[in-house]
């Protein structure tokens, strides 16, 4: 048994399926999702195919699901980054993210959902997007 100690808020079941699939997608080079393709001069898209597509830009990166409905917008500007769900903002000013550490995303109408870290997320935007944007 595991307790989260922080802040849980709730989000659609949309939103949830989205985040939890991105960060369960494994990392590894080859597979397809994380083969950037160049949208245009500023734009690189990562796609995994029914699931999420991202799109990073120079200090931005657009999480949404295969519909193309937006699930979370990453602002970046220098050490600052900034989470914006439909409902939600969050604000992490120091680089190593620690305001996101206790802060989670939750949906109580799936059965085997658990409390998503906003840290992993942040995390794993960041890995993308620092892989595509110098």
């Known amino acids: ?3 989260v100690k922080g802040d849980v ?3 659609n079941r949309r939103v949830y399926v989205v985040l939890r699939s991105f ?3 494994s990392l590894r080079a080859d597979l397809p999702w994380n083969i950037g393709v160049k949208v245009d001069d500023n734009a690189v ?3 995994k195919p029914g699931r999420w597509s991202l799109t990073v830009s120079r200090g931005l990166a657009l999480l949404r699901d295969a519909n193309n409905y937006p699930i979370l917008r990453v602002e970046i500007n220098g050490g600052i980054i ?3 769900f ?3 903002t969050f ?3 120091s680089p190593d993210l620690t305001e996101l550490l206790n802060i989670y995303v939750y949906n109580e109408e799936l059965e085997y959902a658990v409390p998503l870290s906003l840290y992993a997320i942040a995390h794993k935007i960041l890995y993308y997007y620092r892989s595509c944007v110098r």
């Open 45 to 47: 898209e990562f796609r």
């Open 1 to 3: 048994m595991r307790v």
């Open 82 to 84: 900034t989470l914006r």
């Open 23 to 25: 960060l369960d997608s």
């Open 9 to 11: 808020h709730g989000v």
């Open 91 to 93: 604000t992490a000013k």
């Open 86 to 88: 439909e409902e939600y």
